[in-house]
């Protein structure tokens, strides 16, 4: 617990506790608030909490605690959809009267940033199937092609400040980027959506934006824009385990051939066109100094001399584009090299995220955050300004892990026969009869999914909601809350489903039960033992590389898909993996206990009890 020293931390203390919207928080929501409002300037906390214990408010009570009066909360979320987690905490803070809250200022105004694309009024009355611009060629177009709606065109400029307020009273009802999208198109008919958006900047003071603005040069415009400098920024990434993921951007001969027809000759092109051949890893120091690097990168940029219609082409083309990727990765990589391709590989955020020292405060969350050590050297983070923060349960009452090695069952490619999919079906079923509410079943591949899915068709009695490629997250949550039967949920590994669904009522998640129809193990790529021995080096421990390579990303995927199974502390999640190999979790960390069974009978007579007395989906809506 950190000690109160002065007055000033004893107001900011007491500022956390009028913020925080329940009576009693808890001893680990009190650790993560009274952390974070009193960090030094220049902190960085890493903060890993199990997904429903709190962890969002409690970081936005204790930001906007801290925050002063020219500072801004910039939080950062995977995708689109993640934002209206942190929207709806934030409604939450209104409590109990909105309104008065949001005048009286005693909770700031939240927005979030959506880019360009989706924010136009011309691509909003396309048809998709006929138009697909890349998001980057759309800031390009509007550039040089401006529309009757932008701000050169019209004569009335958008005053999107006097619009914050009414439009944060209608996002404490419906606190969804969504929505926020809608009203954007709504304010002005006359006026461009995301120049609106763009003039509320300055007077909001939480900004929710995906992880596309992490990057340069997209983080850079917009604290431009927030009229802000990094000391001025308190920084939150939400699920921010995922910044350790490897990033490749890869070229082929045709891109750097389309690119040198346009511009011509450039010393930098030919050092990679004559790079092209077998296997190897080389530092982008080995083909120029950063000079040519930047040079090449300006020459892809527009100017604002450039305004027709053939140098939009180039500039938007798919193969300029993925040059300008490629290149932006030189500060915090390596290059592979092939006979048919260059591939940039970044595995260690270590690098880029150096350049958000000088924030005042950065705050990285997750619930799959273990062994939390290692995401900290990956993140560079191993000085005294480096707060580490482990507050889960290793085996709290509300969960149960399990791993059943039972008949073979396994998703292993050369196991895969008819017979082992009729008993893996067979032992889903069986599972599903306990499970109280709705269950999720994740398969590894779409392949193991349609074999599976076929069984289980022939012989389940539950009605199925089958993830395909096409799947709308938000139409399938409302088909599901209408369904007051036990569905099952037939997911993809890393799916939509199960890193995103939200099945809520009242509070309460719909789902009780995650059942891995084997586990999804990656066929390492030709260039793997690259990026091995790159991790080797950033971790200088050869044993973390394997873990870090195959059993920690598994393990995140568990963590992060059971958590859509408790969404509250009322909520009961259970995990079943029908897996033999899942053995390998067993000791590699004491903070993730799995039981092992042998026996089905064994395994639901537990789960029988684990869930007894825990209402039944009938009851939840019954309830309401």
Request: glycine share 4%.
């Amino acid at each position: 617990m950190i000690q109160i020293s002065s007055m000033a931390l004893s107001i900011k203390l007491k500022k956390v506790r009028e913020l925080f919207p329940y009576p009693t928080p808890t001893s680990s929501q009190v650790k993560m608030m009274e952390a974070i409002a009193l960090a030094k300037p220049g902190s960085k906390i890493l903060v890993h909490n199990s997904t429903g214990a709190g962890k969002t408010i409690a970081v936005l009570a204790a930001a906007l605690a801290r925050m002063e009066k020219d500072q801004k909360i910039i939080v950062f979320c995977r995708t689109i959809s993640q934002i209206s987690s942190f929207l709806r905490e934030w409604k939450v803070l209104l409590q109990p009267n909105p309104l008065q809250s949001l005048e009286s200022k005693k909770v700031p105004f939240i927005m979030p940033y959506l880019g360009k694309k989706r924010l136009c009024r011309i691509l909003d009355k396309t048809n998709e199937k006929d138009i697909n611009i890349p998001a980057e060629a759309v800031g390009i177009l509007c550039h040089m092609l401006p529309c009757n709606f932008h701000p050169s065109k019209t004569s009335q400029k958008p005053e999107g400040e006097r619009y914050l307020l009414p439009t944060n009273i209608k996002l404490s009802y419906n606190p969804s980027p969504e929505y926020f999208r809608t009203i954007l198109f709504k304010l002005k008919q006359d006026q461009c959506p995301y120049y609106m958006q763009h003039s509320m900047l300055k007077v909001a003071k939480i900004i929710v934006t995906t992880y596309s603005y992490l990057w340069e040069p997209l983080f850079s415009h917009m604290l431009q824009s927030l009229g802000i400098g990094l000391d001025n920024a308190i920084i939150v990434v939400d699920e921010a385990h995922n910044l350790a993921n490897t990033v490749r951007e890869t070229i082929t001969m045709k891109d750097i051939a389309f690119v040198q027809k346009e511009i011509g000759n450039h010393p930098l092109i030919s050092a990679l066109k004559e790079s092209f051949g077998e296997l190897k890893l080389i530092h982008p120091s080995e083909l120029g100094e950063e000079y040519m690097w930047n040079d090449l990168e300006h020459s892809l940029d527009l100017t604002d001399s450039e305004g027709d219609q053939s140098i939009f082409s180039f500039l938007s083309s798919e193969e300029v584009l993925q040059m300008k990727r490629f290149l932006r990765l030189r500060n915090s990589g390596y290059i592979v090299t092939k006979p048919n391709s260059l591939t940039f590989i970044r595995v260690s955020p270590d690098q880029w995220l150096s350049r958000l020292s000088n924030a005042n405060l950065q705050v990285y969350m997750s619930g799959t955050f273990r062994p939390l050590h290692i995401f900290a050297k990956m993140f560079g983070f191993n000085d005294d300004s480096t707060i580490l923060m482990d507050l889960s349960l290793s085996n709290p009452e509300n969960i149960f892990r399990s791993f059943l090695s039972y008949r073979g069952l396994t998703s292993k490619v050369t196991k895969r026969t008819p017979t082992l999919f009729k008993e893996m079906a067979k032992t889903i079923l069986e599972l599903v009869d306990i499970s109280p509410r709705h269950s999720m079943v994740v398969c590894p591949s779409y392949a193991f999914q349609e074999k599976l899915v076929e069984m289980l068709q022939s012989v389940s009695p539950f009605e199925l909601i089958v993830e395909t490629k096409n799947s709308n997250l938000h139409q399938v949550q409302k088909q599901i809350d209408r369904k007051k039967g036990k569905v099952i949920l037939v997911a993809i590994s890393s799916g939509k489903f199960s890193e995103g669904i939200q099945l809520v009522r009242n509070g309460k998640s719909l789902l009780s039960l995650l059942i891995f129809a084997g586990l999804p193990f990656a066929t390492p790529s030709e260039d793997q033992k690259f990026v091995s021995r790159l991790l080797a080096n950033v971790l200088e421990n050869p044993s973390f590389v394997l873990n870090f390579e195959q059993i920690v990303p598994l393990m995140q995927l568990i963590t992060q898909a059971l958590g859509r199974t408790v969404r509250s502390s009322v909520d009961k999640g259970a995990l079943a993996i029908l897996d033999y190999r899942a053995e390998m979790f067993r000791g590699l960390d004491k903070n993730f206990v799995i039981t092992k069974y042998t026996n089905l009978e064994n395994l639901k007579n537990d789960l029988s009890n684990f869930f007894n007395a825990y209402p039944t989906i009938q009851e939840v809506f019954s309830n309401q």
